[in-house]
């Protein structure tokens, strides 16, 4: 490890070597951080040959960054800013994004949105939650088809525990922010992941679809070696 | 209301008049009395020509009632003590009372058998949860035959969101504190019922399997009315 | 269950064969959709003959089905968008909206419109929370009179407790976030209605207006078979 | 304030001011104190020529109590144990202790047994909850009779919201740990009383008879000066 | 209990008899009532020849209220609006309110407006928290004076232990919602106040100064019986 | 499906069709049950032609399995019951199961021994806590020679975070229970974990060794795919 | 102590005597003080011949404070404003603020501006979150030169733990609240430090970089003396 | 770093570089660990030359580390094990350890041990809890004359805000898990603290005098470099 790698901009030290390291480049976070720091630090990755990937992006932070890189693209729904695009190669699995309600879609679009940034194709299966059974049921052969599934889910989360029992794959479980009351803001679609009675099942942070994508991306990175 | 319908033990008041002001006699929770006292309230309610109702009862309270009342039952998976059997007469609607997992079969016996102290038929759908859905599939006939369902289900609760999905009754959720890690004693499944997506689902206190017991029979009264 | 039922908007699934799974046909939950979501939504199930409600809705949402809907309705204080009338029939069994304190009233009035909207008749019964105790007791008699009774209370949320004791019939509890401090957003009031001493209340999410409307309806629709 | 008036066993300084300073003698606090330690401390104020009230005691320590100061009594469902009487004087005013549930008595005994200790006159009023109110509504004239009214109760802890509604005298509401579930040993009935729509009512923690006691006390000895 | 002492608005019944059975008239919460609606309350409070009392109130409820009463008067720190003074008789007895920091003021102010309304005689003693212990020494003398001490505090909330310690009186604390981070809005307080070492301490719900002043109305009324 | 694959027991419903359907024979999760349950859903896997494994068993459980199925195996620390042996076929991949600290082992060889159970080759990698980083650092190349890495750890279970910066491989973090006071029984491991800025990190519920053991079976059986 | 020392504004009482007392003079808490409030303040501390700290100040707040004092400056990030230059000494101690990501800056900022005023020379480590740990292990001799580690981090919080194994140092462990979703608003990183395997590691509450920057003075004030 | 300083046990790796590093040996953890674990861990200490303690040690494992060493000695207040006399040296600066009540005195006294374990002079100040203010404002003389303050409180722990208040020493606040109630474990203490409006107040976990103790000893020691 060498602090070469590193680029310091006095509020940020840019991680030039974490895709060598991780496997994917640094990603970098949109909260907390100044329009201009944002773009500083894209700019930085693209010096260095690098893609950007920025989440939970505002409309600011993408002005401020379209402003230096003309190519950048926001996906509002997903709320992510893109620069550049992965060399994609013929893979052997694909990625299901399942989606319980409407109201997750957020979440879901940026697991989405960051795998088709590390080069992962993705099948969207949108509003199948566990209150009309059948929409799930009537997808089973779709969903069987993928190497794995992240399954987003408010309220009380229960989708991952019933995808679970359907399926050989590795489950992502991605508890959202969406309900209200006694949700306690995902609280209660967390605790119910967290006992899903589906064995392996595994679960990220609360409306962390970037992580659940993450996840997803090294474990086929490992079918791949 | 009158005041002659109590019966003052010092220690508690017997009411008496509940049975008429209510529908169902008064019921003794068991928990901190001495067994004594448990005793001692059993026999002014059969004295009162009441039958007799205990829950969370221990072994210990069990021997002090059946020393003073031969006749009294105990059944211990259901953690209850019975005097007197209803006067049973045809009933339109049965109960069903569906169980997620071998562990949480107390709760859904408390259930049970309470229901059968009211006078009620009750069948058992055990181990049912959703992990394996096909063993609920395989039963959704039987489960639609019921007027009321009561869905016990511990870890993440995700089973009364999926019954509610598939009939047109009824459902009543009973979590249970069947787990460990991040269940904390029942409040994922509690959560879980709390904001399942499935339309109409009312929920009892964590374990309370009388209480669910109680709320079926109070909306098969008034089908009988 | 059949696949036809549904119809793939994209973004969201419309059950169109609900009314007949579940006996009332899929509601609109408003959060987290676009103003043209949910009027395109509303505009599918016109287009399947069915009625429309939507819960927790913003005006925005309205004036976006309105300009589709001409015949659409909204009610503020209860946040709801309703297009289509029930058909009426005559029933057995009322429903009894009661309502702790005026600031319970958008919970109690979301009862009250969803009942309305599945062709029920409701009783408001407002103001009679457990601190002047006169109040209530002023109202038994009308009390008495409903097949359900729906209790919304904020705050301690006492009044489900009292109710019970009073009445034979089913009791839902509704715990609202109306409180402030130790009340944390409604968590005093639900747990409360949780652990209420008197036997057979249920108890909804927080706020959750819609779902006691749906167990009320249920209830009822069990009587009538 | 001098520190002539703390006599310092090492292990713990006896307060031998507190009753010239705050109205009452010391009282000690029996967890975590080793059954020699309780019985030095009540030789200490035995020795200065105070009256000694141990709360929470065990059986242990009140046998190595007794075995100094054989005049010392235990109250074994109060968990107390006193050396020496009060001096009585006319009252005007004596203390209604209201007790929910037979469950909640250990700490409705604590609260009376201390206030007998300060030489109060105490009037006990058993298994009032709210779930039969006729049982409370049929004890006003008596309740209302008292200076101060002490509410014990467990579970939702309704019952200190029902009575600050009838009666014109301070409350002091006790919440108990009795319940089960999402209880949350005592936290239910605590959120629900400090929470209370009765005004005027105030808390103290959970199982803290003895603290309600001493608020009673100082109540009472105001309207004395 | 007559519900002719009841005038019911349709949102609200106005308790007219309130005053003669609690020993004062009914305080109109402010929250969730529209500004129209509180004035529909003031007036029919005035016009049953009573005072009025709003708490938690806006400006924009004030206009309201002072466009039908001119007479009505606005305290912005303590969000209360009055309407008519209360009569004054010589008393034997002041409250000391006693605020920790200035953040907590308003919470003392709506304590101390409250209880002037009442028609107490209130000393306000700021900005005495524990941190300077020597702020609070110096005013031992002022706060041994008064009859009740009302101890309002935010952050760790310590400040009612060190008064109860000085004091022979009733003392009622009241956490506020002052700090941030762990404090979580009051909570930390709040407990800190329920764990409080000094004996006799009672305690409010978070911000909840109109409580308090009703508890020390309460206990003063008790002395001038 | 077909309910063929199902064997009722009455308390349980063993799920024959399991292995097929998700690539693991069902695993028997030992709380709750009887032993005499336990040794019976035992003897009707074996006799399915199936290997058995309970998890969390107690040794009295032990007994009666072993009583019945004398090939029964025990494992005390990781308390698992074992019936048969796996196939093993040559593996690209094998399995890190990191430990932080001593008292983490129970959880770390339940996931050990559940792996082994499913035919993989694991590696346990002790006592590797943050506090001392070069006890870690010393195995790095070890560490990044595993297919999956398992990395179990209580207290603020910071190791995944390390571990995550680190390798190129998925992360699988186990919180565990280890620690006191604050840690609140694992949840202060289990929000760092939630919240760990390692990408790519999921999470299983608290001690869930057999979990995070399931997890790492699914990823790898897709990478023999 | 004497009450000279104590300067009575009525809304707040401005401790003259803190520094000799406890080595530093008075700081404002900005939140909940009218802009004129704190400019008063900061006017009484000026006359009295002491420097002015201001934290958590708005915008609004330094413009009334530098309307009365025009040398007043403001940290817009650290959100503090000051009047006054501390006495600079040589030092033997100069404090590292290490800072895990850039969100977290406004709380570092917190610390060393507050440090700076205090008289204390401080080194900005910014952006060494573990999960690129190499960037913190390229600054260990810089780290390890510094007398007091103050060390900010969100998230889960890891930092301190991996700083207290590589120095000798006294480390202050300051939570923060970035982060979302299981974060809930800095729990996860203050359970996470408190639960800390570094021994010798100390915390503040959430956000509290004024806290930190205090306990570094003391610490080195010691060393002086 | 090397890895020679590290000895692999299988179970646990001890660190025999710690004191070089972090200026103290390695401290054993006890829990978790089997009678025999810790008296092979002590026995590799003191192979290598280092002292030991074991920190919250049962009966159990003191005598399996005797029988291996016979001069350890056991300090059952503090739950100890000690191997090893510290090397004395003339120093600066004695720690105060102040207890808030005798049932804190466990936590105390593992602080107190603990120091002395590292060489340093203690100075135990028992049972000067707030609620008796004059039995620490007798004892402040002796409290400014330390180096460095631990203060250990259960309850509402409001003891370190006041001590803070007096002096100008780094205080370091230890919360106990002694309370019952609304103390929740120790977090009604644990949030006081942490909110204490004492500058330069930093907390430990609950219960953890052994952290207090080495954060004492860490800032003594910089005094002395």
Same mark, same amino acid.
């Given at each position: ?41 894209? $700019?930085?990755? @693209?010096?260095? +040959? ?43 699995? *694909? ?11 957020? @979440? ?15 099948? $969207?299966?949108?509003?199948? +939650?566990?209150?009309?059974?059948? /929409? ?7 969903? /069987? *088809? ?14 991952? *525990? ?33 006992? *899903?009675?589906?064995? +392996? ?19 086929? /990175?490992?079918?791949?070696?």
């Amino acid at each position: 490890m060498s602090t070469d790698d590193v680029r310091d901009l006095g509020f940020a030290r840019v991680d030039l070597d974490r895709e060598r390291r991780c496997g994917r480049p640094e990603v970098v976070f949109g909260p907390g951080k100044l329009p201009g720091e944002v773009a500083e630090i894209s $700019r930085a990755l @693209v010096q260095a +040959g690098q893609r950007v990937l920025v989440t939970r992006a505002t409309d600011e932070q993408y002005q401020a960054v379209v402003a230096e890189l003309p190519e950048a693209r926001f996906h509002p729904r997903a709320r992510c800013i893109r620069v550049g695009e992965p060399t994609l190669s013929p893979q052997k699995w *694909s990625v299901g994004v399942l989606c319980a309600g409407t109201a997750d879609l957020p @979440v879901a679009e940026e697991a989405a949105v960051c795998l088709e940034s590390f080069g992962r194709t993705v099948d $969207r299966v949108n509003d199948v +939650g566990v209150a009309g059974l059948h /929409r799930l049921l009537g997808e089973v052969g779709r969903v /069987r *088809s993928h190497g794995v599934l992240i399954v987003v889910a408010g309220m009380e989360g229960a989708l991952p *525990s019933v995808v679970a029992g359907l399926v050989q794959r590795p489950v992502i479980a991605v508890p959202t922010s969406v309900g209200y009351g006694a949700n306690f803001s995902g609280l209660a679609a967390l605790l119910g992941m967290l006992n *899903s009675c589906g064995s +392996g099942v595994t679960v990220t942070n609360i409306d962390n679809g970037f992580g659940a994508a993450c996840a997803a991306d090294d474990i086929l /990175r490992l079918g791949e070696n």
